[in-house]
């Protein structure tokens, strides 16, 4: 992969393999979890491109290749962290518990978040790129004046790490020591740049310079993801300060459905890693050392296509939103401003329950 | 391409077309499952947004006749209906696609077949943004009745102005044509579907001079091509540090700006192909000057002027008769002088995303070069399949002076210096 030194349990053929300093204390059954949910959210991706393109959403990023990465950190969470993701965490958001229609609401623009964050523990998605990295910093240093053990966990992309807003947040977690994991999906692409050209060192070396340690682990094994984030989150939140994963993988899609990655990036190399796909390996593994047999494989597939069908049905069942409710859940308390905006647009006879 | 036919049966999401929009080519998934009962469009069409594509019969039998005006768009789905699918949305009668529809009677209510679209009838809301819709709204106008003159008919606040100062209100005119090439020989040409059935355009001007050019190049100098694949990676390599340089920031370098030095180079070292066949004379004109042609897409046609003396240019020198040459084709202000006397020739189709082409030598040169596109490829180094930029320069040559090993040897030449650019260039 590279001769850079990455954390891997599990290669792409499926084979357990051991590290020095990580070791996946993991089952049976929750591998084979684990390779249900990284099915389901990959059949779910796939349905909710299919009605973008059917005019059903605005716009969808697909995560694609990125399952291992999110599945394996999303495990990694104990119920009092909280997550704050990008456009790109529906796999963190499955583990967090929250229903898939909800996620599509603000692709579907009938919602500007889709849900509520101290619900879910799960912040709303952040289309401005690396914006979430200071607001989670922020938070982190909340939960430790507050003296609260959890650990707070960011996800970004290697685009991302390009951002003033992540670098900021870097130098606040290492000078105060923030309970914070921050989680960089590297999946070799900023939409069209790749990330040889935004670093020239590898990503989780960043870390190095800010003050905290950084790891790059293989974020295609979802074994090796799930032992180095739950040891960073542990850390974390026993003060230890905060931790940079660069967790290596590849973007097998689009960056969202607006893009066309065969303009810029060759067949080869989406060629190479699907031979290090993340679902393929685990499944190998567990046929191989668990006898685990077909039939459960689809039933797990079955289970996805059912949920797949389901979101389909709640999102054309969507309603559209009061025009007015624009303006709630912007400020916590009444704002003039919003309150002027509110009335205007009532006075032009939008919304209010015209419809 | 289609990936279905009429007839076929299909299941949810099964892919049904590539569509290529501005930004990308993506593969339709089907919204329903069912049977296509019609396709509309071929390949190559552009299609516009609200147009029906495809139409679907879904559920039991009792289909509705394929071309029955709109129902109601409540009416449920899997009932034996026709499901007509668009690019974004279904043109309704209101104008602006209905993207969210509230809960009704019905679940998931199946968009209903938009009234025929003819070029008369708009399929979309007049676009305008919220402060001009206001203004409007203020001066007591209907927007649908401005016609917009902004950006892909944009209505702007000058063109409510306008209406508001005296002007008519003015109809909406048809759907501006469909993007695509609609230029042809210097003129505009009408939509297929607008546009009269036969169209006659006079030959003239531009048009005649590359024909009359065309044709006595064609039919008097007997033409041979040759061709060569270079890893142009160094190049690519250089113009991009090059660009980088504060210094080379008012400089625009392309990969022609290498290739036109690279083949000046070239005419140094083999003065054989900076030649003319004087059939008439009897003689073949061999000229240690470089007036090198570029080939120019204007507005007004092809167009072939020259840099006088382009082989005592340097890279800059070079970049910038290149860009003056450019803006002034492209402007109109092109001098007679600038067309005439061309000694070697250089057509760049790179940027139309092609490979490669065999053109026709302007009369009085004896080869003119084509540039392709350069593009990552896999190259063999060392035995090794690797990612290189690779492009293909092209010759055609007049073969009554010009033999394959002299044309062999410029091609090669421009193909080393491409290949390997900086010491060519320091050697200068």
């Known amino acids: 992969m590279s001769e850079i030194p990455l954390v891997q349990l599990l290669t792409p053929e499926g084979e357990r393999v051991t590290h020095p300093e990580y070791e996946s204390t993991l089952g049976k059954d929750e591998i084979f979890g684990m390779h249900r949910d990284m099915t389901i959210i990959r059949r779910l991706c796939n349905e909710a491109t299919s009605l973008q393109r059917q005019g059903q959403l605005a716009l969808w990023a697909p995560l694609q290749g990125q399952e291992a990465a999110q599945i394996g950190a999303g495990r990694a969470l104990q119920p009092m962290d909280f997550t704050f993701p990008s456009y790109r965490e529906h796999g963190i958001a499955w583990c967090r518990g929250i229903p898939p229609e909800k996620w599509l609401r603000l692709f579907r623009a009938v919602d500007h978040g889709g849900w509520d964050p101290q619900q879910y523990r799960h912040s709303v998605p952040t289309i401005v790129i690396g914006n979430q990295a200071l607001n989670a910093v922020g938070y982190a240093m909340g939960v430790q004046r507050d003296g609260a053990e959890e650990a707070t966990m960011v996800f970004f992309g290697d685009g991302a790490t390009s951002e003033g807003d992540v670098n900021e947040a870097f130098v606040w977690a290492g000078s105060f020591d923030a309970p914070i994991v921050f989680f960089v999906q590297n999946n070799q692409w900023a939409i069209s740049e790749p990330t040889v050209r935004q670093s020239k060192i590898p990503l989780y070396r960043r ?82 050392q668990h006898q685990v047999p077909a039939s459960e494989f689809d039933a797990t597939s079955a289970e996805a296509d059912a949920l797949a069908a389901k979101l389909r049905e709640d999102v054309l069942a969507m309603d559209s939103p009061d025009p007015l409710s624009i303006f709630e859940y912007a400020y916590a308390d009444v704002h003039p401003l919003i309150e002027e905006g509110k009335r205007d647009m009532i006075e032009l006879g939008v919304g209010g329950g015209a419809h | 391409m289609w990936k279905v036919a009429v007839g076929d049966t299909i299941a949810l999401n099964q892919p049904l077309i590539d569509i290529e929009t ?127 003159t902004g950006r892909d008919g944009l209505i702007t606040r000058s063109d409510v102005e306008r209406v508001v100062s005296g002007g008519t209100p003015r109809a909406r005119s048809a759907p501006a044509a469909p993007t695509g090439v609609t230029r042809f020989v210097g003129h505009e040409l009408a939509p297929w579907e607008s546009g009269p059935k036969e169209e006659r355009i006079p030959v003239r001007g531009v048009l005649r001079s590359m024909a009359d050019a065309m044709v006595q190049s064609a039919f008097s100098a007997p033409h041979a091509a ?46 054989g192909i900076n030649s003319r066949f004087d059939d008439a004379a009897g003689e073949v004109i061999v000229r240690r000057s470089v007036a090198l042609g570029i080939a120019a897409d204007t507005p ?98 007049d073969h009554r002076c010009i033999d394959g090993a002299l044309a062999s040897s410029v091609l090669a030449h421009v193909g080393r210096f491409l290949n390997d650019p900086a010491p060519a260039l320091l050697a200068r």
């Open chain 2, 300 to 397: 007004r046609g092809l167009i072939v002027p020259n840099i006088k003396d382009a082989d005592t240019l340097d890279l800059v020198g070079m970049a910038d008769a290149l860009t003056t040459l450019v803006e002034k084709a492209r402007a109109g202000t092109t001098t007679p002088n600038e067309m005439i006397g061309t000694t070697l020739t250089i057509t760049n189709v790179g940027p139309f995303g092609i490979d490669g082409a065999m053109p026709i030598l302007p009369p009085g040169t004896s080869a003119i070069v084509a540039v392709g596109q350069i593009a990552k490829a896999p190259w063999v180094v060392d035995d090794e399949v690797v990612v290189r930029h690779v492009v293909e320069i092209a010759m055609s040559f």
């Open chain 2, 22 to 148: 501005a930004k990308a080519t993506v593969e339709l998934p089907s919204p329903y499952a069912g049977v296509v009962t019609k396709l509309h469009g071929e390949v190559g069409d552009v299609v516009p947004v609200g147009a029906p594509l495809i139409e679907i019969e879904v559920g039991g039998g009792d289909a509705a006749p394929l071309a029955t005006p709109a129902e109601p768009a409540t009416t449920p789905q899997g009932e034996g209906r026709t499901a007509v699918l668009v690019g974004y949305g279904v043109a309704t009668n209101e104008g602006a696609p209905t993207r969210h529809r509230r809960r009704g009677g019905a679940v998931a209510p199946a968009p209903a077949p938009p009234a025929p679209i003819t070029s008369t009838a708009p399929a979309l809301a007049p676009r305008s943004t919220p402060p001009v819709r206001l203004y409007a709204k203020q001066h007591g106008i209907d927007i649908e009745s401005i016609q917009g």
């Open chain 2, 226 to 271: 040759a061709w060569v694949r270079v890893d142009a990676s160094k190049s690519v390599e250089l113009l991009s540090a090059l660009k980088s340089r504060p210094s080379m920031a008012n400089v625009r370098l392309s990969p022609l700006t290498l290739v036109a030095l690279a083949l000046c180079d070239a005419a140094r070292h083999f003065p």
């Open chain 1, 207 to 288: 870390a190095e310079g800010f003050g905290f340690p950084g790891i790059r682990v293989d974020g295609n094994d979802v074994l090796a993801v799930h032992e180095v984030t739950k040891r960073a989150l542990a850390h974390a939140r026993e003060g230890g300060g905060p931790t940079l994963i660069e967790a290596f993988t590849y973007r097998m899609g689009a960056h969202t459905t607006s893009d066309d990655p065969t303009r810029y990036r060759i067949d080869a190399d989406v060629e190479v890693w699907k031979h290090r796909d993340p679902l393929e390996r685990v499944k190998a593994y567990l046929v191989r």
